[in-house]
T-cell receptor, first 114, second 114 residues
Framework: AQSVTQLGSHVSVSEGALVLLRCNYS??????LFWYVQYPNQGLQLLLK??????LVKGINDFEAEFKKSETSFHLTKPSAHMSDAAEYFC????????????FGSGTRLQVQP | KAGVTQTPRYLIKTRGQQVTLSCSPI?????VSWYQQTPGQGLQFLFE???????NKGNFPGRFSGRQFSNSRSEMNVSTLELGDSALYLC?????????????FGQGTRLTVV
């Protein structure tokens, strides 16, 4: 079954540093890939989504992700971290066969140090 | 435009009891999905409703059920509660069912079973 692996359950960066959160999907190309963010005691908010229209996807708050089929990756990046970026980030493919639903990765908690 | 509203926000129940959680989607949205979030299992898909019909179901026991009303509001019910049902239950609404539609999440209902 299609799944994603998020490498690193915790990532810590300094304010102003590059943010890189890794997501690798398994074998078959997922039709759609999403990144969601969850702030403490909140629901999930969509950051960006890949729908095959373009491999480089720009999202909210200066986040972007590049779909790389050769590496089966969809890593999330941000050039300069802000304190407000501290949250948990989830990569999720949406499958259009079988169970049609978002299948979330295990999540990466981002800490931003002053 | 009002977001997804989940009630109640917090709930404490005793083992063996049953519980009903409510979700009011964004006005005009016809699809509602439910997810369970726990530290051990992460985010897991429960079920999805579209136009009052269950469209999709995750791997949860029959104690977990749901329904959707004609105004798209949805409820989920858990009977014979177990300690392991303690979790954050998230509801997401979409304009329609399917991969292209962005899912908007509520803040969740935190259920504690004692």
């Amino acid at each position: 079954a299609q799944s994603v692996t998020q490498l690193g359950s915790h990532v810590s960066v300094s304010e102003g540093a590059l943010v890189l959160l890794r997501c690798n999907y398994s074998s078959s190309v997922p039709p759609y890939l999403f990144w969601y963010v969850q702030y403490p005691n909140q629901g999930l908010q969509l950051l960006l989504k890949y729908t095959s229209a373009a491999t480089l996807v720009k999202g909210i708050n200066d986040f972007e992700a590049e779909f790389k089929k050769s590496e089966t990756s969809f890593h999330l990046t941000k050039p300069s971290a802000h304190m407000s970026d501290a949250a948990e980030y989830f990569c999720a493919p949406y499958m259009d066969t079988g169970r049609r639903a978002l299948t979330f990765g295990s999540g990466t908690r981002l800490q931003v140090q002053p | 435009k009002a977001g997804v509203t989940q009630t109640p926000r917090y709930l404490i129940k005793t083992r063996g009891q049953q519980v009903t959680l409510s979700c009011s989607p964004i006005s005009g949205h016809r699809s509602v999905s439910w997810y369970q979030q726990t530290p051990g299992q992460g985010l897991q898909f429960l079920f999805e409703y579209f136009s009052e019909t269950q469209r999709n179901k995750g791997n949860f026991p029959g104690r977990f059920s749901g329904r959707q009303f004609s105004n798209s509001r949805s409820e989920m019910n858990v009977s014979t509660l177990e300690l392991g049902d303690s979790a954050l239950y998230l509801c997401a609404s979409s304009l329609a069912a399917g991969e292209h539609t962005e899912a908007f999440f509520g803040q969740g209902t935190r259920l504690t079973v004692v």
